[in-house]
């Protein structure tokens, strides 16, 4: 097993040198669709595009006072934690948020500050929100990325809203989606490593819990005696711990700023962790992957870094 490992390691360093920016590059414009097919998709490299929205309304509109005048009562999904960390490991559990109804103009009030509550509050619901929830915004964005769904054959599979305070935060995991990440307004940040880096990033299977806030404010943690367990990363990447993680030290993960107007394109696979900007709007389109030949390459990858966890 230890050959394997010192194998897949080598393997990864290998990666880095032979095709693996070391940076996020930019790219300036729609681009042709077989272009980005050949120069991103086909290599499974992230990239950020710029001056390709410039044309949604969205980009001017979306400001709180919009959306409270054309959403205001519109009841919507928002995840609530007392630290803004959910969906995250916490000790033996995979801690997921309280899911709470509340109308747009209440989650505005608090993120404006115009309302103090206990807790942080994110909109992150996926599974295509944006389309199940606010499909009145959709005049104001396209509900595909033409050049995106031109090289891939397909349209997105899900269409999502994000919205929250600078403290909601998404833990390092990864999709099996072509991601086409959009900011609106504010700016995001990530930090990003690739597949290959998957001998160096610990994975353990975790209890799953939910928070539920209480009358004084406080938060609970819910064990969910009836699911299965969760595998997940338990490492913060902002604050690794290297004494219980030491194979860490031997990734080497990309930094990027996403800014208003621009997009990330995120590739299948990549792990990623995100943070935000306070009041950051963005929106995502998910492409599921076609499980072809990069999916089961990755696939066997992982089935090989299983063992050490």
């Not at 998709?41 to 400001?63: E, F, M, V, Y």
């Not at 699911?227 to 990027?256: F, G, H, M, N, T």
């Not at 990623?272 to 992957?289: E, K, R, T």
Request: hydrophobic letters at 35%.
């Amino acid at each position: 097993m230890d050959s394997v490992q010192e194998r897949l390691a080598e393997f990864s360093l290998e990666a880095r040198e032979l095709y693996l920016n070391k940076s996020v590059p930019y790219v300036d414009g729609a681009p042709e669709p077989l272009q980005f097919y050949r120069d991103w998709i086909g290599p499974n490299k992230p990239c950020i595009i710029r001056d390709a929205l410039s044309h949604w309304p969205a980009l001017s509109r979306w400001t709180p006072d919009y959306l409270r005048e054309k959403l205001g009562s519109k009841v919507i999904s928002v995840a609530v934690t007392p630290n803004g960390y959910a969906d995250t490991v916490s000790g033996d559990r995979f801690l997921m948020p309280e899911e709470r109804q509340m109308s747009v103009s209440s989650v505005l009030d608090i993120i404006e500050g115009k309302v103090q509550k206990t807790g942080v509050f994110y909109v992150q619901k996926q599974c295509s929100n944006l389309l199940q929830e606010l499909p009145e915004l959709m005049e104001d964005l396209e509900a595909h990325i033409p050049w995106m769904s031109a090289a891939l054959g397909k349209q997105p599979d899900a269409v999502n809203f994000w919205l929250g305070e600078a403290s909601a935060v998404t833990s390092m995991h990864k999709d099996p989606y072509e991601n086409l990440y959009c900011v609106i307004s504010g700016e995001k940040h990530f930090l990003l490593l690739p597949p290959t880096d998957r001998p160096f990033i610990p994975y353990g299977v975790y209890k799953p819990a939910v928070y539920q806030q209480q009358e004084d404010g406080g938060f609970q943690v819910l064990d969910q005696t009836d699911s299965q367990k969760v595998p997940w990363i338990p490492l913060d990447p902002l604050d690794p711990d290297l004494e219980r993680y030491p194979q860490y030290q031997q990734a080497q993960p990309l930094r990027c700023r996403v800014k208003a107007g621009e997009m990330l394109y995120l590739p299948s696979l990549w792990f990623h962790h995100v943070q935000q900007s306070h009041g950051c709007i963005a929106v995502n389109f998910w492409y599921d992957m076609e499980y072809d030949i990069k999916y089961n390459y990755f696939q066997l990858l992982e089935s090989l870094c299983a063992g050490r966890g």
